[in-house]
């Protein structure tokens, strides 16, 4: 029987699909391994069901040759080399479709937490400081028929966009291509990045991380945005510069941040935290129960394509290696 390793405990339906085709071993803690442990612990399987925490390169394919794919519990892949996987023969898979809604839907969730003070709010009356309706308290930022700007429009991107509709918003969009059905759809307009954040009141951030993306948002960026500007990113911490991030915040220049992910998680910028203008939530985009149970099964689903049916999934990222 095949051996497939996965490396942190995840939703029950793809680990039972699992169990019907291999001899499964979950790591059992709740922690990630180091890359040392990892590497020494999947040699001899011949499939791993990593987490987007687990580093994927050249030195894992090299150690454990064994090992035909790495399903990638993720949509996002910039943990795992790809182009390298696929010069040794190594199958990639990650979670598409799984998570759109829900990472759309947490997006949504900071951008109303930090337009309108949620969290300090919470504290206040947490702390027993609630001393009744103000006039003039937590006053914050309106949504509807505002601006929003997209940065990706992919599927997240794109089913976040859907959702501004009801705001009634006008919708400004960069993508490394023009997507006129999707501009049908949502009326969005097609801008190029400095074009968009002089006018936009709202930046969401949907696109990969990858090279070109690298601080796309940095101290340049940031400083043409409005005053009155959220920026939010539920995509990878190190598209947004988050040292840069934290001086527009504080001077603020711009108004206010969600985030859902950091540049060097789980280290935040020092200080980023005591902000009041800024939502942190803890890489949660994807954390609802549907969902995560969804990325489970198509995760299993993959490794019992690739390794028992001799099949190649749709979400192979390097279908070229069959
Ligand atoms: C989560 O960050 C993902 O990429 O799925
Ligand atoms: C991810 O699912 C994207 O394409 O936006």
Redesign the pocket.
């Known amino acids: 029987m095949k051996k497939v390793y996965v490396t942190r405990p995840i939703m029950e339906a793809g680990i039972n699909l699992l169990k019907e085709h291999f001899e499964v071993t979950v790591q059992p803690e709740e922690r990630d391994l180091t890359d040392e442990e990892f590497l020494s612990t999947i040699k001899g399987y011949d499939g791993v069901l990593t987490m ?1 925490t687990n580093k994927v390169d050249e030195n894992t394919f090299k150690t454990a040759p064994s090992v035909k794919v790495f399903a990638n519990y ?3 892949f910039n943990n795992i080399d790809v182009d390298t996987a696929s010069d040794y023969g190594v199958a990639i898979t990650n ?1 598409p479709n799984a ?1 759109t809604m829900a990472t759309a839907e947490l997006a949504w969730a900071l951008l109303f937490a930090a337009s309108r003070h949620i969290i300090p709010s919470d504290k206040l009356t947490r702390a027993g400081k609630f001393t009744g309706w103000d006039p003039l308290g937590f006053l914050g930022q309106p949504i509807s028929g505002k601006k929003l700007g997209i940065i990706g429009v992919g599927r997240i991107g794109s089913a976040f966009a859907r959702m501004a509709k009801g705001f009634n918003m006008e919708i400004h969009y960069n993508s490394p291509s023009r997507k006129k059905d999707f501009e049908k759809e949502t009326g969005a307009i097609y801008e190029d990045l400095y074009e968009m954040l002089p006018k936009v009141d709202f930046l969401a951030i949907h696109c990969p991380y990858n090279l070109s993306t690298h601080h796309l948002i940095g101290e340049k960026e940031l400083a043409l945005m409005k005053p009155n500007a959220i920026l939010i990113n539920t995509a990878r911490g190190a598209i947004i510069d988050e040292a840069e991030l934290y001086k527009a915040l504080k001077q603020k220049s711009i108004y206010g941040a969600g985030l859902d992910v950091y540049e060097n998680e789980p280290e935040i910028y020092p200080g980023l935290t005591n902000l009041d203008n800024v939502v942190t939530s803890s ?1 949660i ?2 954390g609802t129960y549907d969902s995560r149970e969804a990325m489970s099964l198509l995760a299993a689903k993959s490794i019992v394509d690739i390794l028992i049916n001799n099949k190649i999934p749709e979400n192979c990222l390097n279908k070229e290696v069959f």
């Open positions: 987007l993720a949509v996002g979670t998570l890489h985009g994807s």
